[in-house]
């Protein structure tokens, strides 16, 4: 009877997996970073900084402004002279006056300001792309540390089945013991329990895969109802050296943020500074300019040219603004700095760590898989001895809960080493999936 179950159960997974989409974790990754909003977000950002990144924004180009009015005015006109006879008193009067100009400017100087914005601008795009890769970084690490999560689930989930499939060999020849006279109820009734628990962890076990995979879906953008079979291994590559690592570390996307960071407030202060130099601008364009009047001195006065010109502009005092603003804008350099010494600091940190987990798990999984083989061994033993009745019942528990406690044991050094490796390359930002 629980033989066929399980033949049944591993039919059904069969069925399912026939059914369901097959995710590698290369799709997954490519999923995730053609859906991630995080990334699109960085993407978006960089497109500004791109757009920005721009000479004129920067001030450095001419600006030319074309402008016009035309003004009709009524008015009361009351105009005496030497002569009486030519006194002139009337209401109504109407008069027009028709302007307009073309001028351009450009700046000249102004203490290196332009210079200064322009570069500005060249670290802020610099700063969007590393913080754009970063992110892609970020997205491949956290969606593999999940899908191997998955893996790991599952390998516990055999684990269980392994263990069911013991249960079950147990039952069955306490059963046959029992038709012979040789065993009792007590023994059916306890192996029955624990089949019954190995049952309802098997359950339990395959809700936490279930919702593992929610949780990846999640990260990859996809409806959580999506069916999918997720059939790995955990590779471990053997071949990271610390030094390689710590080295491509200090060079990573957010690090070299943070020295933009510092560059463009360095740059922020220079523009600041240039706000207490003197301005020269040129300026040049055409003017034109017509008044008629029905009555008055003047029925008509029309002018028109070129004109040119330069225009100085000198600060002398606006309530130390600028002084205060510079001040400030230094203060955020040294803030800069301490947060990029930090977060050298904390980088350096992590990567040793981590690397010490990476080699210690790689150490111990030699020995956990020797290990997990002499228990599976020991275990297959154990039964074949308690069938033919040279071992007890205690003997074959405790030799299923080490086989149990060493392939769970495996399986989390295996899982922990993937993961510090997952980490060192995302720190290293050679992570390729």
Same mark, same amino acid.
């Given at each position: 009877?629980?033989? /066929?179950?399980?033949?049944?159960?591993?039919?059904?997974?069969?069925?399912?997996? /026939?059914?369901?989409?097959?995710?590698?974790?290369?799709?997954?990754?490519?999923? %995730?970073?053609?859906?991630?909003?995080?990334?699109?977000? %960085?993407?978006?950002?960089?497109?500004?900084?791109?757009?920005?990144?721009?000479?004129?924004?920067?001030?450095?180009?001419?600006?030319?402004?074309?402008?016009?009015?035309?003004?009709?005015?009524?008015?009361?006109?009351?105009?005496?002279?030497?002569?009486?006879?030519?006194?002139?008193?009337?209401?109504?009067?109407?008069?027009?006056?028709?302007?307009?100009?073309?001028?351009?400017?450009?700046?000249?100087?102004?203490?290196?300001?332009?210079?200064?914005?322009?570069?500005?601008?060249?670290?802020?795009?610099?700063?969007?792309?590393?913080?754009?890769?970063?992110?892609?970084?970020?997205?491949?690490?956290?969606?593999?540390?999940?899908?191997?999560?998955?893996?790991?689930?599952?390998?516990?989930?055999?684990?269980?089945?392994?263990?069911?499939?013991?249960?079950?060999?147990?039952?069955?020849?306490?059963?046959?013991?029992?038709?012979?006279?040789?065993?009792?109820? %007590?023994?059916?009734?306890?192996?029955?329990?624990?089949?019954?628990?190995?049952?309802?962890?098997?359950?339990?076990?395959?809700?936490?895969?279930? @919702?593992?995979?929610?949780?990846?879906?999640? +990260?990859?953008?996809?409806?959580?109802?999506?069916?999918?079979?997720?059939?790995?291994?955990? $590779?471990?590559?053997?071949?990271?050296?610390?030094?390689?690592?710590?080295?491509?570390?200090? @060079?990573?996307? @957010?690090?070299?943020?943070?020295? *933009?960071?510092?560059? $463009?407030?360095?740059? +922020?202060?220079?523009?600041?500074?240039?706000?207490?130099?003197?301005?020269?601008?040129?300026?040049?364009?055409?003017?034109?300019?017509?008044?008629?009047?029905?009555?008055?001195?003047?029925? *008509?006065?029309?002018?028109?040219?070129?004109?040119?010109?330069?225009?100085?502009?000198?600060?002398?005092?606006?309530?130390?603004?600028?002084?205060? @603003?510079?001040?400030?804008?230094?203060?955020?350099?040294?803030?800069?700095?301490?947060?990029?010494?930090?977060?050298?600091?904390?980088?350096?940190?992590?990567?040793?760590?981590?690397?010490?987990?990476?080699?210690?798990?790689?150490?111990?999984?030699?020995?956990?898989?020797?290990?997990?083989?002499?228990?599976?061994?020991?275990?297959?033993?154990?039964?074949?001895?308690?069938?033919?009745?040279?071992?007890?019942?205690?003997? +074959?528990?405790?030799?299923?809960?080490?086989?149990?406690?060493?392939?769970?044991?495996?399986?989390?050094?295996?899982?922990?080493?993937?993961?510090?490796?997952?980490?060192?390359?995302?720190?290293?930002?050679?992570?390729?999936?």
């Amino acid at each position: 009877m629980r033989k /066929t179950f399980l033949y049944f159960i591993g039919a059904l997974l069969t069925l399912q997996a /026939t059914s369901q989409q097959v995710l590698t974790l290369p799709n997954a990754v490519a999923i %995730a970073l053609k859906n991630s909003y995080d990334i699109q977000l %960085a993407k978006d950002n960089l497109d500004i900084a791109a757009i920005n990144n721009n000479i004129g924004i920067a001030g450095g180009l001419p600006t030319v402004n074309a402008t016009a009015s035309d003004n009709e005015t009524v008015t009361s006109i009351n105009q005496k002279f030497p002569d009486p006879s030519r006194d002139l008193k009337r209401s109504g009067v109407s008069s027009n006056t028709l302007t307009g100009a073309v001028t351009g400017g450009i700046l000249l100087f102004n203490g290196f300001r332009v210079k200064a914005a322009k570069k500005r601008l060249e670290e802020l795009e610099l700063l969007n792309k590393n913080l754009l890769n970063a992110q892609i970084q970020n997205t491949m690490a956290g969606v593999a540390n999940q899908y191997y999560d998955i893996v790991r689930q599952q390998y516990f989930l055999q684990t269980i089945h392994k263990s069911m499939e013991v249960a079950s060999e147990r039952l069955r020849i306490l059963k046959s013991r029992k038709e012979a006279g040789l065993a009792n109820n %007590a023994d059916i009734f306890q192996a029955d329990l624990d089949y019954n628990v190995l049952v309802q962890q098997a359950e339990a076990q395959q809700l936490v895969i279930n @919702q593992g995979k929610v949780n990846l879906l999640n +990260l990859i953008f996809v409806r959580p109802d999506s069916a999918i079979v997720v059939k790995d291994t955990i $590779i471990i590559d053997n071949q990271i050296n610390f030094q390689e690592i710590r080295n491509a570390a200090l @060079q990573n996307p @957010q690090i070299s943020a943070s020295e *933009q960071q510092i560059k $463009i407030n360095q740059l +922020l202060e220079r523009e600041i500074a240039a706000l207490r130099a003197p301005t020269l601008r040129g300026t040049t364009g055409f003017n034109y300019s017509n008044t008629t009047s029905a009555a008055g001195f003047i029925l *008509q006065n029309q002018s028109s040219g070129p004109f040119v010109g330069l225009n100085l502009a000198i600060p002398l005092y606006n309530g130390s603004i600028n002084k205060r @603003q510079q001040k400030i804008a230094e203060i955020n350099t040294r803030i800069a700095k301490t947060q990029r010494d930090a977060f050298l600091l904390s980088v350096e940190t992590g990567a040793l760590k981590t690397y010490q987990v990476y080699t210690s798990t790689k150490a111990q999984i030699q020995t956990a898989q020797q290990n997990y083989e002499l228990s599976k061994k020991l275990l297959d033993l154990v039964v074949e001895r308690f069938a033919l009745g040279a071992s007890t019942i205690i003997d +074959l528990k405790v030799a299923q809960q080490s086989y149990e406690n060493e392939a769970y044991r495996l399986i989390n050094l295996s899982y922990a080493a993937k993961i510090a490796e997952i980490e060192l390359k995302r720190l290293s930002n050679t992570l390729a999936l």
